[in-house]
């Protein structure tokens, strides 16, 4: 199957500061990608969908200034949490499409803000 | 709106058993629903698909699901479970042809295999 790599697997960072998670599509172009996060024990809650070149759609109640996504070219997408607190700590997950029906998954990015 | 549901939190097995995780869904269109699995700190693998054809599917791992239309599920069976197969199972649904191509997920079903 296709491969997504994401990265860093896990960060920590301190309050205030701001933390760029990287999605790449390793063997094919994915104009589409999709961040999600996670919390413990809980499904996935899809963040936004990421548009190659374009704004991204973010789910209602995730703020678009905080998360910010750019999707600058057609296999990599970031996502910067910016202004990073305690309570945005969690697993986030990215995804991606390569033309065939089921999605592949980065190993996701544990942060940590203390 | 589409939705799934997931009714187990966790299914316990004896290695060597037989195992299923249940799933149900509810879309107004054509469901492709699909099954991943997660092991710690780790994204979701993909197992196996339904799309259209054969109701029975097989996937990674000896792993296969069953769609049900009249039932709407989608419940995934593996005939000889192995400890290795204790994970976090996820199963999802996208209706055909969403422009929004998104995929819903149940809640989770974590499996513990145990010797």
């Known amino acids: 199957g296709a491969v997504v790599s994401q990265h860093p697997s896990w960060v920590i960072c301190k309050s205030g500061t701001s933390v760029k998670i990287e999605c790449r599509s390793l063997?094919?172009?994915?104009?589409?990608m999709f961040w999600y996060r996670q919390f413990p024990k809980q499904s996935l809650m899809l963040m936004a969908t990421s548009n190659e070149g374009s704004k991204a759609t973010y789910e209602q109640g995730v703020e678009k200034d905080k998360f910010l996504i750019n999707h600058a070219s057609l296999t990599l997408s970031t996502l910067t949490v910016t202004s990073a607190h305690p309570e945005d700590s969690s697993f986030y997950i990215c995804?991606?499409?390569?033309?065939?029906?089921?999605?592949?998954f980065g190993q996701g990015t544990r942060l940590t803000v203390v | 709106a589409q939705s799934v549901a997931q009714p187990e939190d966790q299914v316990n097995v004896a290695e060597g058993n037989p195992l299923t995780v249940k799933c149900t869904y509810s879309?107004?269109?054509?469901?492709?629903l699909f099954w991943y699995v997660q092991y710690p700190n780790r994204g979701l693998q993909f197992l196996l698909k339904?799309?259209?054809?054969?109701?029975l599917v097989k996937g990674s791992y000896g792993f296969e699901a069953e769609f049900n239309k009249s039932q709407t599920s989608f419940h995934l069976k593996k005939p000889s479970a192995l400890v290795s197969d204790s994970a976090l199972y996820f199963c999802a649904v996208r209706v055909y042809n969403n422009a929004g191509n998104m995929l819903t997920f149940g809640g989770g079903t974590r499996l513990m295999v145990k010797p």
């Open positions: 339904y799309i259209t054809g054969d109701n």
């Open positions: 063997d094919f172009q994915a104009t589409t």
């Open positions: 995804s991606a499409r390569s033309g065939v029906p089921e999605a592949f």
């Open positions: 879309v107004s269109g054509n469901p492709y």
